[in-house]
């Protein structure tokens, strides 16, 4: 599916099709951090410390990294289309990458991880991957393109989502997905229910949503 996206710039990129063998069972490795939020500003719900500094969000992207919103209801309410799942790969993760966030270690062996793009009719706004027990991920993800957030209501069973960490990322295969250069803005959180760890789940956005939500960050003169 083509995607066609507008820099901060106005100039236009054109994502490249996925082909079927895009779409094999293979997972591809996780993204490369180039700036990490401290775990304090993230607790206290800001992008960066007076100490460490770093990047200032503007309020609504510090609203929809920060947040304990879903992503897909945010993307499906911004761009008023409803959001398509198209998963890249769902399979065994038995060594965890050093660049899967700490928390995966709090998961109980043996893993699955699942990446996925999400897409708003031809727009390809985000990438995922998550991480979880075996079973519990055979329990919830039945469904296999259906949004999680979506699998893990469907009862109107509550959860808490913890957000841990935020993080400027790179990889080619997400410049390739999302027909635009990067950084990317990305984040990543836990769901508990009944106080136990259900998935890490780390989330990487387009900039094409600067679109509705104006630049990332704040300039300073």
């Not at 063998?21 to 992008?47: I, R």
């Not at 969000?57 to 510090?62: A, M």
């Not at 609203?63 to 879903?70: A, C, P, R, V």
């Not at 899967?100 to 998961?107: K, N």
Request: proline content about 9%.
């Amino acid at each position: 599916m083509a995607c066609a996206g507008a820099s901060a710039s106005g100039q236009v990129f054109k994502a490249k099709p996925l082909s079927s063998s895009d779409q094999a069972t293979e997972l591809w490795p996780s993204p490369q951090p180039l700036w990490q939020a401290a775990p304090e500003a993230v607790a206290a719900g800001l992008c960066a410390d007076a100490v460490s500094g770093g990047p200032q969000l503007s309020g609504p992207w510090r609203l929809l990294l920060l947040g304990d919103g879903s992503p897909t209801r945010h993307l499906q309410s911004l761009t008023g289309q409803p959001v398509q799942v198209e998963v890249i790969a769902m399979r065994a993760d038995q060594q965890v990458a050093s660049e899967a966030p700490l928390e995966v270690e709090e998961l109980e062996p043996p893993l699955v991880r699942r990446q996925v793009w999400l897409r708003c009719g031809p727009l390809t706004l985000a990438w995922a991957e998550s991480w979880w027990n075996q079973e519990q991920a055979e329990q919830h993800l039945q469904a296999r393109n259906q949004p999680i957030w979506t699998s893990l209501t469907a009862n109107r069973a509550e959860l808490y989502r913890e957000v841990d960490g935020l993080a400027r990322v790179q990889a080619p295969s997400l410049e390739e997905g999302f027909g635009i250069p990067g950084p990317y803005w990305s984040r990543h959180y836990r769901f508990f229910r009944g106080g136990r760890e259900l998935t890490v789940i780390r989330e990487v956005f387009s900039p094409l949503l600067e679109r509705w939500l104006g630049p990332a960050e704040h300039k300073t003169p």
